[in-house]
C-alpha cells in the first residue's frame, strides 16, 4: 500500500510537466530508497521517461497545482516579529565552522546546517508554544548554532550546549562572552554519560538526532535525563532517510520514555548541503542504512542523467517534532553505551 502511494504522489507530481530527481524528493512523502524502487518499476514500465536529466510521464496525466504556501515555505509559520533576532544572528554566525567531510562522501559527525531563517523559524515556534520565557535550555549538538539564535531573543534564563566537535564548542562560547549570553557549550559525546550537574535540572531540549536506531536512542535518552518532570523538546527527524517503519519504532521509544508528541512540522526544515552535493548527499543515505540500497541505485544507472539538471531548491529537509514529558522521563540509556553509531547495524 506504502509503494502504491508513493507511485501515486510520483505521478501527480510528474503531472504538471517534467521534473528532476531533487524536485521529485520535495513531490513525495517517501524514503529516498522508495522513491529510487518506484522510478526503476515506472521507467521499467514505460509510465515513466527519463531524458536529459528530468522525468516525464509517457502520457500526460490530469494536473494536480501545487497547494504549499508559499509565503511560509510550507511550514505554517512564519518568522514576523523575529526580524531583528533573524538579522543579529545572522550576523553572529559568520565565520562559524561548516561541516567537516570525513570518509568518502560522508559529514564528520553527521553534521549538517539548516538554512538561517529555518533556525529562526524553529525559535519562533518554540516561543509560540511556551517554551522560550525564563526556560533554561539543553541543546544536545549544535550544528545550527540554534542555541546562539535562542539565545539572541533575550527570552531564555540559561542556554546550555553539549557538542562533540570542538570547532562548535570555542565558537559558542567566544559569542557568548563577547555578547553577554547565558551560553555555555560543553565537548561531550553522546556515547558518555552526560555531565555532573546536566540531570533533571532543564525546562527544554533542542536536538537533532542522528537516525540510526542506537543514535536516536542515544540522543533522545540523554536529552530525557537532562528534563525536569513535565518539561519539553524538539528535534529534526526526516523522512527522505527514513520509511514510516523506523518512525514507528522512534515513537514507540518515544512513549516508552514516558514522552507524548504533541506537535509535527512536515519539511519545516531544508538543509544547505543537499543543494552543494547532491549525489554524494544520495550516496551517504543509501549506505548508511543498507548497502544493497546503494547497490541497487548504481545499477539502476541513472546518475550522469539526474546529474544534469542539478537542485534548485532544498530537497532535504526534516519534520519538526515536539514532545512532552508526562511526569519524570524513564530514558532507555543513562550510561556509557560503546560502538559506532553513525551506521546502521
Known sequence: MEMDRVRK??????????????????????????????????????????????????????????VRCKYCKGTGTSIKGFE????????????????????????????????????????AFMHAR?????????????????????????????????????RIVDFINKVAVAEGFPLEAIKYDVREKIPEGVRGGFDVFVTDPIETVVGFELF??????????????????????????????????????????????????SYAHGIENPLEGIKDILSTYDRKHLEFFEKMRIEQQIIKVGPKEPWYKSSFFRVELVGEARPKHTGRVPGDIYVEV
Not at 143 to 157: P, Q, V, W
Open 9 to 66: 504522489q510520483v505521478l501527480m507530481t510528474l503531472s504538471s510537466g517534467r521534473k528532476s530527481f531533487w524536485e521529485l524528493i520535495n513531490g513525495v512523502d517517501a524514503s529516498i530508497f522508495e522513491l529510487v524502487k518506484c522510478l526503476d518499476a515506472l521507467l521499467s514500465a514505460g509510465v515513466v521517461k527519463l531524458k536529459n536529466g528530468t522525468f516525464e510521464l509517457a502520457r500526460p496525466g490530469v494536473f494536480f497545482a501545487e
Open 130 to 166: 511556551g517554551d522560550l520565557n525564563s526556560s533554561e535550555i539543553i541543546v544536545m549538538g549544535d550544528d545550527d548554532l540554534i542555541s546562539i539564535a535562542i539565545a539572541a531573543t533575550g527570552l531564555a534564563k540559561r542556554i546550555l550546549v553539549l557538542e562533540i566537535d570542538e
Open 84 to 123: 531583528d533576532v533573524y538579522k543579529k544572528y545572522c550576523e553572529l554566525v559568520k565565520g562559524r565552522p561548516l561541516p567537516v567531510i570525513g570518509s568518502g562522501y560522508k559529514y564528520e559527525y553527521d553534521q549538517g546546517i539548516i538554512f538561517e531563517d529555518d533556525v529562526i523559524r524553529r525559535v
Open 220 to 269: 533522545l535518552s540523554r536529552c530525557a535525563e537532562a528534563l525536569k518532570p513535565n518539561g519539553a523538546g524538539y528535534f529534526g527527524l526526516t523522512r527522505v532517510e527514513l520509511p514510516l517503519s523506523r518512525w514507528q519504532l522512534f515513537e514507540k521509544f518515544l512513549l516508552d520514555m514516558n514522552f507524548v508528541i504533541t506537535d509535527i512540522l512536515r519539511d519545516f526544515s
